[in-house]
Nanobody
Framework: QVQLVESGGGLVEPGGSLRLSCAASGFTFSMYPMTWYRQAPGKEREMVAEISPAGGSPTYADSVKGRYFISRDNAENEVYLQMNDLKPEDTAVYYC??????WGQGTQVTVSS
């Protein structure tokens, strides 16, 4: 069955960086676009970044453009989210998803001094 497992979240000070990973299994990873979402307390889940099956054509939410970078390793069945210059408003649970149909359990990112 499809499984997505995120890791790499944590507590970081404003201006810091984190790299999230999502390990995928149970499907042919290289055939699907992959997406990172986030959900802050009291807010709706929002798309953060998406990457095509071959790893090109990344798209980003306006709020993270120039700070976040999505990548993938099809040989390792993993997708990554490099997050730089983090801000308190980036605090959320981050999820990876396959086509908004399958979801991981999420990883908490907290940006605070």
């Amino acid at each position: 069955q499809v499984q997505l497992v995120e890791s790499g979240g944590g507590l970081v000070e404003p201006g810091g960086s984190l790299r999230l990973s999502c390990a995928a299994s149970g499907f042919t990873f290289s055939m699907y676009p992959m997406t990172w979402y986030r959900q802050a307390p009291g807010k709706e889940r929002e798309m953060v970044a998406e990457i095509s099956p071959a790893g090109g054509s990344p798209t980003y939410a306006d709020s993270v453009k120039g700070r976040y970078f999505i990548s993938r390793d099809n040989a390792e069945n993993e997708v990554y989210l490099q997050m730089n210059d983090l801000k308190p408003e980036d605090t959320a649970v981050y999820y990876c998803s396959r086509e908004a149909e399958y979801w991981g359990q999420g990883t908490q990112v907290t940006v605070s001094s």
